[in-house]
Structures are given as structure tokens and as C-alpha cells.
């Protein structure tokens, strides 16, 4: 007999679903406090559907996507939790709902310098580079000499291009 779609389902089903081991789904759970199964007595656990949908998500943006959980926990802190279901089930109108809602980041044209407009490398001092507009909330420079981290107007136009490149999956899948 078949559960109702709106019944909680235990870690065994969702891992059997998912064709994962449980033993991911817990440690998921230490990983996206957006996942919240309930939990009876014995410790026993029971995710709603909900749950379910964004365990589906997620492991979609790990495992066929090629995110980092780094990655899919950045996109869950930007956008929420629908918007992650929504890559999983290639609502592309959703996902774009979702990102409209969102107000756009303050995107500032980056300064140039004389060695930027010349093309010679960025003077370094202290593992940081200079000359790329300063850094922002949230940014990074790193010493390892491979430059400053995807700042956030970078970040915006590759999440553009995401949702450019997930549209065009969905209309491939179509025609296939």
C-alpha cells in the first residue's frame, strides 16, 4: 500500500527515494538547518513533505549539479528553500519569481587603475591585492595569488547565467 503524498515519511523511505544511505541524511541535517524532520520518542524520524522536497533539491544541487554544500548553502541563504525545490524540479517561472522578489544588489563599476588599463599584474603587499575597487561585505581577497574572490556583482551575473542555462536544460529535456 502506497502512502499518501501528504504523509511523513521515515529516514528509510526518503533514503530509498533518494537512493542515498541515512547516514547522509543526517549529516545533511548538520549541515542545512533548513532541514527539521520531526522527531518522536526514541529519537525516531519523520520528514514531512516538505522536508522531502528540499532533500530532493539539495541533492540534486550536490550530486547532478556539481555544487559544494558550501555552495547549496549559499543558495539557500540567498533565495530560500522554495527556490532550491525549484531548481530540483525545473520550475524555471518559480525560480524566477523567487529571484525577482529579491531586491537586486548594489552593483558599483569596479575602479581601474594605471596597471589595470596598461595590463600589468596588481601590485601585491600582505597577501592582498590592490587595485580591483576594494572589497566588499561578504568578499574576500585571497593570498594565494589566484586574486580576489567572486565579488558580489560577479556572483549576480553568474546566477544569471544559471538561470539562462537551466532554461536551457528545461527546453532540451522537452525536445528529448
Not at 541535517?29 to 522536497?53: A, L, N, S, W
Not at 554544500?69 to 540567498?78: A, N, P, R, S
Not at 603587499?125 to 585571497?142: H, I, N, P, Q, W
Request: charged content about 30%; proline content about 6%.
Amino acid at each position: 500500500m502506497d502512502k499518501s503524498p501528504d504523509a511523513f515519511r521515515t529516514i528509510s523511505e526518503v533514503a530509498e527515494d533518494l537512493d542515498l544511505p541515512q547516514h547522509v541524511l543526517r549529516f545533511w541535517e548538520t549541515r542545512f538547518p533548513q532541514i527539521k524532520p520531526m522527531k518522536r520518542g526514541g529519537g525516531r524520524r519523520y520528514y514531512r513533505p516538505d522536508d522531502v522536497d528540499l532533500l530532493k533539491g539539495i541533492r540534486h544541487l550536490l550530486y547532478d549539479q556539481g555544487y559544494t554544500i558550501k555552495g547549496v548553502q549559499k543558495l539557500l541563504k540567498t533565495n530560500g528553500n522554495k527556490f532550491v525545490v525549484a531548481i530540483a524540479n525545473g520550475d524555471v517561472a518559480t525560480m524566477e519569481a523567487l529571484v525577482a522578489a529579491v531586491p537586486p544588489a548594489k552593483v558599483e563599476e569596479p575602479r581601474m587603475d594605471d596597471d589595470q588599463i596598461l595590463g600589468r599584474p596588481k601590485a601585491r603587499a600582505s597577501g592582498r591585492f590592490f587595485g580591483f575597487g576594494g572589497a566588499e561585505d561578504g568578499d574576500t581577497l585571497v593570498a594565494s595569488g589566484k586574486g580576489p574572490a567572486v565579488g558580489k556583482e560577479d556572483r549576480a551575473l553568474l546566477q544569471e547565467a544559471l538561470y539562462d542555462l537551466l532554461e536551457c536544460k528545461r527546453l532540451l529535456d522537452q525536445v528529448r
